[in-house]
């Protein structure tokens, strides 16, 4: 636009509109110039040589699209999260500073334009991916260029858009994102995700979703897992002391499949952790286990088998029907698998303020207790699973044989939380 001005008026005050437009785009402002070029009212068609003739020029408009405060917000989680946001815009380099320091990408946003980016080395654009936050006046390549940089990078990249042009970026980020609404059909297509609502807030949810989805999964491991290790442990002490089987195998399954399926239903339910957003990333190749799991796993396994075969020899030693000592043991696993899971649930000690925010978790505890008093007292289920009424006493001894484990486990974490 400027050169046509001042072929029109050749005391075309350039300098002062150049300051105009950066003054505008330090605001955050697109600024279009606006012009004007009188022809005659039959032209019929108008060429470039026709306006490279001359334009007058009648000043600049600011267009603003603020950010929404969700927009703002989702971000400051995501920077809490450590995870790194870049702004990939066609707008002039000052305008894209501008709307990222409104966005609050970073304290202090470095921008970097396409064609500067064009003249980097591939060592250097693997820098310059990780070190700034805005990228500005882009083409579709230098989009697809980012990306691949960041990977290089060894970066988990997720990358949005909605145009034609975003495509390549959109295939080749391990997560492309699309959206729903303003999204066209060649982006929805390349994409693993498309957002329904085109909102970017709904990024930060995922990211949140998702890390408790994570957790959930790896409680339900180490939940599981340390049931059928104390069945295995108890099977092989029997075979070494050339015992009896104190477990039937029907029994077993009852542990295994019912009570097993059924109270891991609660970590469907359980909710996101207090400051779940405040942890960095996982890094790339992590395992989901580590040394503590490991150990923590053990230790149950092993309290677990002794607390039901200590139980199960003392009932025996006190002349008490096999029957009873076997149906015992199968309560006394089931409860300590019931007492595991307050302690499996958080982090922290079980009484703690987290205690009843998954109240479904108490009505699946509910629903397993019908079960065993099923299991224990209904005749057909008595001949299925070889198990016999027990006494109140006997109740007591299973339930506290089974809190044994959450007093244990609220032992360690005490010492823990020093």
């Given at each position: 636009?400027?050169?046509?001005?001042?072929?029109q008026?050749e005391?075309f005050?350039?300098?002062?509109?150049?300051e105009?437009?950066?003054?505008?785009?330090?605001?955050?402002?697109?600024?279009?110039?606006?012009?004007?070029?009188?022809?005659?009212?039959?032209?019929s068609?108008?060429?470039?040589?026709?306006?490279?003739?001359?334009?007058?020029?009648?000043?600049l408009?600011?267009?603003?699209?603020?950010p929404?405060?969700?927009?703002?917000?989702?971000l400051?989680?995501?920077?809490?999260?450590?995870?790194?946001?870049?702004?990939?815009t066609?707008?002039?380099p000052?305008?894209?500073?501008?709307?990222?320091?409104?966005?609050?990408?970073?304290e202090?946003?470095?921008?970097?334009?396409?064609?500067e980016?064009?003249?980097?080395?591939?060592?250097?654009?693997?820098?310059?991916?990780?070190?700034?936050?805005?990228?500005a006046?882009?083409?579709?390549?230098?989009?697809?260029?980012?990306?691949?940089?960041?990977?290089?990078a060894?970066q988990?990249?997720?990358?949005?858009?909605?145009?034609?042009?975003?495509?390549?970026?959109?295939k080749s980020?391990?997560?492309?994102?699309?959206?729903?609404?303003k999204?066209?059909?060649?982006?929805?297509?390349?994409?693993?995700m498309?957002?329904?609502?085109?909102d970017?807030?709904?990024m930060?949810?995922?990211?949140?979703?998702?890390?408790r989805?994570?957790?959930?999964?790896k409680k339900s491991?180490?939940?599981?897992?340390?049931?059928?290790?104390?069945?295995?442990?108890?099977?092989a002490?029997?075979?070494?002391?050339?015992?009896?089987?104190?477990?039937q195998a029907t029994?077993?399954?009852?542990?295994?499949?019912?009570?097993a399926?059924?109270?891991?239903?609660?970590?469907?339910f359980?909710?996101?952790?207090?400051?779940i957003?405040?942890?960095?990333?996982?890094?790339?190749?992590?395992?989901?286990?580590?040394?503590?799991?490991?150990?923590?796993?053990?230790?149950?396994s092993?309290?677990i088998?002794i607390?039901?075969?200590?139980?199960?020899?003392w009932l025996?030693?006190?002349?008490?029907d096999?029957?009873?000592?076997?149906?015992?043991?199968?309560n006394?696993?089931?409860?300590?698998k019931?007492?595991?899971?307050?302690?499996?649930?958080?982090?922290?000690?079980?009484?703690?303020?987290?205690?009843l925010d998954?109240?479904?978790?108490?009505g699946?505890?509910?629903i397993?207790?019908i079960?065993?008093?099923?299991?224990?007292?209904?005749?057909?289920?008595?001949?299925?699973?070889y198990?016999?009424?027990?006494?109140?006493?006997?109740w007591i001894?299973?339930?506290?044989c089974?809190?044994?484990?959450?007093?244990?486990?609220?032992?360690?974490?005490?010492?823990?939380?020093?």
């Amino acid at each position: 636009m400027y050169p046509m001005a001042q072929q029109q008026n050749e005391e075309f005050a350039l300098d002062y509109w150049k300051e105009k437009v950066t003054e505008l785009s330090e605001q955050g402002k697109r600024v279009v110039a606006v012009g004007v070029k009188p022809v005659a009212s039959d032209l019929s068609e108008i060429t470039h040589e026709l306006l490279e003739e001359g334009i007058e020029f009648l000043g600049l408009a600011g267009i603003i699209d603020p950010p929404r405060e969700e927009v703002i917000d989702s971000l400051q989680n995501m920077n809490k999260a450590r995870v790194g946001v870049k702004m990939i815009t066609g707008d002039h380099p000052v305008t894209a500073k501008s709307i990222g320091e409104q966005l609050g990408l970073a304290e202090k946003i470095k921008v970097i334009t396409g064609a500067e980016w064009d003249k980097l080395t591939d060592e250097e654009k693997q820098e310059t991916a990780m070190t700034h936050q805005a990228f500005a006046r882009t083409t579709p390549k230098n989009k697809l260029e980012i990306v691949e940089a960041l990977q290089e990078a060894d970066q988990v990249t997720a990358m949005t858009g909605d145009g034609v042009n975003d495509a390549p970026a959109l295939k080749s980020a391990d997560i492309g994102v699309s959206m729903g609404i303003k999204g066209t059909d060649v982006a929805k297509d390349s994409a693993n995700m498309v957002l329904a609502n085109d909102d970017f807030a709904t990024m930060s949810t995922a990211i949140r979703e998702g890390r408790r989805i994570y957790d959930n999964i790896k409680k339900s491991i180490l939940f599981l897992l340390p049931t059928s290790f104390a069945e295995g442990l108890i099977i092989a002490f029997s075979i070494l002391m050339q015992e009896s089987m104190p477990l039937q195998a029907t029994q077993m399954l009852w542990i295994n499949m019912v009570s097993a399926i059924t109270i891991q239903f609660a970590f469907i339910f359980e909710p996101a952790e207090a400051g779940i957003m405040d942890r960095p990333p996982r890094r790339t190749g992590k395992s989901l286990m580590n040394k503590h799991d490991i150990f923590q796993m053990a230790y149950v396994s092993v309290l677990i088998a002794i607390i039901s075969l200590f139980a199960h020899d003392w009932l025996i030693s006190m002349g008490a029907d096999p029957a009873i000592a076997s149906t015992m043991m199968v309560n006394i696993i089931v409860f300590s698998k019931i007492f595991y899971l307050f302690s499996i649930r958080t982090s922290r000690l079980a009484f703690s303020k987290v205690f009843l925010d998954n109240p479904r978790a108490f009505g699946i505890i509910f629903i397993m207790i019908i079960l065993q008093l099923l299991l224990t007292y209904v005749p057909f289920m008595q001949t299925a699973f070889y198990t016999v009424g027990l006494s109140m006493t006997e109740w007591i001894i299973s339930i506290i044989c089974g809190m044994i484990i959450l007093f244990v486990l609220n032992w360690i974490k005490s010492f823990a939380c020093l």
